[in-house]
Nanobody
Framework: QVQLVESGGGLVQAGGSLRLSCAAS????????MGWYRQTPGQQRELVAT???????????NYAEFAKGRFTISRDNAKNTVYLQMNSLKPEDTAVYYC?????????WGQGTQVTVSS
């Protein structure tokens, strides 16, 4: 089993910043990719940013269009952790943010962390 522990969500004013973190633990053999998705009520979960952990594309981020220039995803291989630095936050960024882990043996989701941006 792989466990994901997310932290860093909260309430922030528009223009502010938050940093999310997601640490994976448990039966980890090899991490292929970790990343962040978000979801608002009545909407489908959407990609925010992902990052490969290994291979020739390891460390190369992938961002949704709305995240480019404002959000930065990074990783700590030794800690099996991925971070999402979110700057210049907007009210429309309000959502539950979910961490996703893709390993050799499983795909796992975190429990979600609420991000609320007030105007």
């Amino acid at each position: 089993q792989v466990q994901l522990v997310e932290s860093g969500g909260g309430l922030v004013q528009a223009g502010g910043s938050l940093r999310l973190s997601c640490a994976a633990s448990g039966r980890i053999f090899s991490i292929n990719e970790m990343g962040w998705y978000r979801q608002t009520p009545g909407q489908q979960r959407e990609l925010v940013a992902t990052m490969r952990f290994g291979g020739t594309s390891g460390g190369i981020p992938n961002y949704a269009e709305f995240a480019k220039g404002r959000f930065t995803i990074s990783r700590d291989n030794a800690k099996n952790t991925v971070y999402l630095q979110m700057n210049s936050l907007k009210p429309e960024d309000t959502a539950v943010y979910y961490c996703k882990y893709v390993g050799n043996w499983s795909i796992n989701w975190g429990q979600g962390t609420q991000v609320t941006v007030s105007s």
